[in-house]
């Protein structure tokens, strides 16, 4: 089968011809249909993240189910299915704790084993959800991003007052703004650099009442908008390293802050105003398995829009192609078809 394979140290990889995967007894094999390219898969890609090689990454993808395990139960060939990315031991500390995203042992599909930048992807039957009838595969590749929208969401428990902002117009904070109006925010408002015009275009589009330039001054724009009081809740959705300080200086006393994106670089921010206001910051990582499943029950009812976040497609063996568009800064989110 064909896949992209990250064979070598430092930013590269491979287009081969590679053996199909054989499914382990609790595992089936699965004909992808269709794949996301994401911030992860593009670390991997660029060498970025220190992973073991050879590894064909992808996690944010849906497909057919061609063959079965012996012990598989719950699946059968020709099922639609999509898959979670964290196989989690279920036994240690944090699994028992039912937070199993920070599993001591997680297995992460597409990067601590094969993923699904490839014809076939063989994956473990406990993280397998079927695709209810009507659902597309591009729907189906595009409940990842979501469930980690939402695992964010349910940290901030967002109630019909709050006025909520999200730094980072990209597929994640994207998603946010329509879960946080989903879920009853009275206002939402988005925020992002002015080179991120196109994106903040469709944050105004899919939700989001208001839309800001970074270089805006943030805090006074919010009080105007809602009756001289600060944002309830912001979503730092952007590893931009200014965005934790920007954050801060737009929640009120006792706000709340969720920390989404990855930084790659040490932040500075006025922590001293953490305690003097009391505001809460906490990290969001990843989704649970009951997160994923929740948010293919809020795509099927129309509740989140995904088609207009994907901006492009391509055919797996033209990744290349679809690496310059993301390198150009043209592409929301771009599913590959194997
Ligand atoms: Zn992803
Ligand atoms: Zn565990």
């Given at each position: 089968m064909l896949a992209v394979v990250?064979?070598?140290?430092g930013p590269g990889f491979t287009l081969k011809e590679v053996e199909i995967p054989k499914p382990k007894d609790d595992e089936v094999l699965i004909k992808v249909k269709a794949v996301g390219i994401c911030g992860t898969d593009l670390s991997i890609i660029n060498g970025n993240k220190d992973i073991k090689i050879p590894m064909i990454p992808g996690h944010e993808f849906s497909g057919d189910i061609v063959e079965v395990g012996k012990?598989?139960?719950?699946f059968k060939v020709g099922d639609r299915v999509s898959a979670a990315i964290v196989i989690s031991c279920g036994n240690c500390y944090y699994c028992r704790k039912g937070l199993e995203t920070l599993c001591d042992n997680i297995i992460e599909t597409g990067i601590h084993v094969n993923g699904a930048f490839a014809e076939y992807v063989a994956v473990n039957e406990k993280v397998l959800y079927k695709l209810p009838d009507g659902m597309t595969y591009e729907q189906g590749a595009s409940i990842d991003p979501i469930a980690s929208a939402y695992h964010s969401i349910k940290k901030a428990?967002?109630?019909?007052?709050d006025v909520v902002i999200v730094f980072g117009p990209g597929p994640i904070g994207i998603y946010i703004l329509q879960i946080a109006k989903v879920e009853g925010a009275k206002k939402a408002i988005c925020v992002g650099l002015k080179r991120n015009e196109r994106r903040l275009a469709l944050a105004k589009q899919l939700g989001a009442d208001y839309i800001f330039n970074f270089d805006e001054i943030l805090g006074e724009e919010i009080k105007r908008i809602n009756n001289n009081e600060l944002a309830d809740v912001a979503f730092v959705?952007?590893?931009?390293?200014q965005a934790l300080n920007a954050a801060l200086n737009c929640v009120r006393k006792h706000g709340k802050i969720v920390l989404v994106g990855m930084f790659h670089e040490l932040v500075t921010a006025n922590i001293v105003d953490v305690v003097r206001r009391e505001i809460q910051v906490e990290g969001s990582m990843c989704y649970s398995g009951i997160d994923f499943k929740e948010c293919i029950d809020l795509v099927k009812l129309g509740r989140i829009k995904v088609?207009?976040?994907?901006t492009h497609t391509f055919r797996l063996a033209e990744i290349s192609k679809a690496l310059e568009v993301i390198n150009k800064g043209n592409a929301m989110k771009i599913l590959l078809y194997p």
């Open positions: 990250k064979d070598k140290k012990k598989v139960k719950e428990s967002i109630g019909s007052e959705a952007t590893g931009s390293p088609e207009s976040l994907i």
